[in-house]
């Protein structure tokens, strides 16, 4: 995807793969050049990308914004399973879900955070990243926590308002033990 965008879409799907706005799986790729997914829904995982079954997300600019997951489902943003998402740069922001406001990563999946922001994200847990037994590793951009005004904030109204970690390996190690509620900011001066 160059440019353009992908809004305005529902899933109603309640398991498996389903993903309201994107849905990559089965070792496909999908790479993000600028552009939009905003305001899209899903029942269940992925408001506005679902990434499965060995998929590869690569965000290069561009926004994933105001999407949601209904009730206490994961991923309102990004919801990986078993996938890898790449982002060196862009915007990550105004996503809504049970888990995961901005990005949901379970079962082996991989988070590898080299620029960009993921911000004003709304989870129980995990506002901004929810890890789930996986790998994140982060050299650059900025993950907000709840230490900054309203609009740049993510929010975890349970725990976890940066970062809510349910196992895994993070890199740097001291980037997060299990909660973290302030902001992470590793932009380069």
């Known amino acids: 995807m160059s440019g353009g965008e992908v809004s305005g879409n529902t899933s109603t799907r309640t398991v498996g793969t389903c993903g309201g706005g994107v849905v990559v799986v089965s070792q496909g790729t999908f790479t993000m050049n600028g552009g939009e997914v905003h305001g899209n829904k899903s029942n269940a995982y992925g408001g506005g990308v679902f990434a499965g079954t060995n998929a590869v997300f690569i ?9 949601s997951v209904t009730g206490s489902k994961e991923g309102g943003g990004v919801h990986l399973n078993n996938a890898t998402f790449t982002m060196n740069g862009g915007v990550i922001s105004g996503n809504d879900a049970g888990g995961g406001g901005g990005v949901f990563v379970s079962l082996s999946g991989t988070f590898n955070m080299h620029g960009g922001e993921v911000r004003g994200n709304t989870a129980s847990k995990g506002g901004g990243v929810y890890l789930a037994g996986t790998s ?8 907000y926590g709840s230490d900054v005004g309203a609009g740049l904030a993510n929010t975890g109204t349970s725990s976890g308002a940066a970062i809510y970690r349910a196992g895994g390996s993070v890199t740097p190690a001291d980037l997060v033990t299990d909660v973290r509620e302030t902001t992470i900011d590793m932009r380069t001066p």
């Open 136 to 143: 994140f590793t982060m050299n650059g951009g900025v993950i």
């Open 59 to 67: 965000m290069n600019g561009g926004a994933v914004s105001g999407n």
